[in-house]
């Protein structure tokens, strides 16, 4: 597997493991919908969560965060819409941002919550 591969693999585990340390339910991981893929969707408080995760090894180009534009904000939203629907749920939505960086060897981790409001 390449290396941006594992990286991204082992980002998404580890945003898995804090939003169970936080508190939140993972309901499902890598949600396929058409072109566009939630890496994990999860549930805190009858709020459904879709939690975009980006994981660098350096802050030479942006910000993990900064690479989500938008052509993918609107395949998430399109994803989580048909979600709903499919499973005819009655819950409110919120698309989070979990921004994981990997300095010197340890891991920092963002988590930005309702991250859609600022693009």
Do not use: C, W
């Amino acid at each position: 597997m390449a290396q941006h591969n594992e990286l991204g693999k082992k980002g998404e585990q580890l945003a898995v493991d804090y939003l169970l340390k936080n508190g939140y339910e993972i309901v499902e991981k890598n949600y396929r919908f058409q072109k566009a893929e939630v890496d994990i969707i999860a549930k805190k408080d009858n709020v459904l969560i879709a939690v975009e995760v980006k994981t660098r090894s350096s802050i030479d180009f942006g910000n993990p965060q900064d690479f989500v534009n938008p052509k993918k904000i609107k395949l998430l939203v399109s994803s989580i819409d048909n979600y709903v629907n499919d499973r005819d749920l009655d819950v409110e939505v919120r698309f989070d941002i979990i921004a994981i960086l990997r300095e010197q060897g340890a891991f920092k981790i963002e988590h930005i919550k309702d991250a859609f409001l600022y693009f």
